[in-house]
């Protein structure tokens, strides 16, 4: 009989974040599959925790699959943990869960930490949904066609960034979008985590870059489908003024939009 593969989640930061029922899999285990193991380890000692660990990034993940499928075909439970929260978000894994589920493997998740609901639930912008986009693309061509992506969602976006991108990601997606409200955190659950909300033009002055993953809510708002900072198919002239004219007035692009059409129907 095969064996299970467990897609455990695991503290973004602080060590203590860890449910009971994950450190009962990580001990009864065969084998743990970690992005890095020796940044497991420190939480294995931690917890007094001798499981064996084998690597899994995304610079052999391909070649790694076969040897962790093998454990799991012939009874071996494994563990798939990435750095830090939830594998696959961000995070190599996919291969291994989809090889495995393709030889009739079960997989089975181990929820907890998450820095995507950690940043959307401190942010007050949570609602019934929201649009989780992952890291901006470096390249120009694949960054232009996320960040329009971007503009067409009508609820809350969640994204990651670098530090070293985190001032320019921002500069261009207040220039996108406008001045809309936004929560930046820092170092999540560590000893120096820091939340920044407000509007885009408040919080780039506010933020520290010089270390840590940066998580950004994004309060796109309910926008119209007309709403030219929302429409990826208008010029980007255009939605740059009309970003341009808001931040000058204090107001959002949003706002600025719904002022227009309102002056537009009033002289009809």
């Given amino acids: 009989m095969a064996g299970t593969l467990f897609v455990v989640a695991t503290p973004i930061g602080n060590l203590e974040d860890i449910t009971i029922r994950a450190l009962r899999i990580l001990r009864d285990v065969a084998l743990i599959a970690a992005e890095d193991t020796r940044r497991t380890a420190h939480l294995l000692s931690r917890h007094a925790i001798s499981t064996p660990t084998t690597s899994l990034h995304e610079h052999n993940e391909y070649e790694k699959t076969a040897t962790i499928l093998s454990h799991l075909q012939r009874g071996d439970d494994v563990a798939l943990v990435s750095d830090a929260g939830t594998p696959t978000v961000s995070d190599p894994g996919a291969q291994l869960i989809r090889a495995a589920r393709a030889a009739g493997v079960r997989v089975e998740p181990i929820p907890g930490p998450s820095a ?145 059409e309102l002056a537009k129907k009033s002289v009809k």
């Fill in 116 to 260: 995507i609901t950690a940043a959307l639930s401190a942010s007050g912008l949570a609602d019934d949904r929201f649009t989780f986009m992952g890291f901006p693309p470096a390249r120009s061509k694949a960054r232009e066609q996320w960040f329009q992506k971007l503009v067409r969602a009508d609820c809350p976006v969640v994204f990651f960034e670098a530090p070293h991108r985190i001032e320019s990601t921002l500069a261009e997606l207040q220039s996108t979008v406008g001045d809309c409200q936004i929560l930046v955190a820092r170092e999540l659950t560590k000893a120096h985590e820091q939340l920044v909300f407000g509007p885009i033009s408040a919080v780039i002055g506010q933020i520290q870059r010089h270390q840590g993953e940066f998580t950004v809510v994004v309060d796109i708002g309910h926008k119209t489908e007309t709403n030219p900072a929302v429409d990826a198919s208008a010029p980007a002239s255009r939605r740059a003024a009309m970003a341009a004219v808001a931040r000058e007035h204090g107001v959002t692009a949003n706002q600025l939009y719904a002022a227009l």
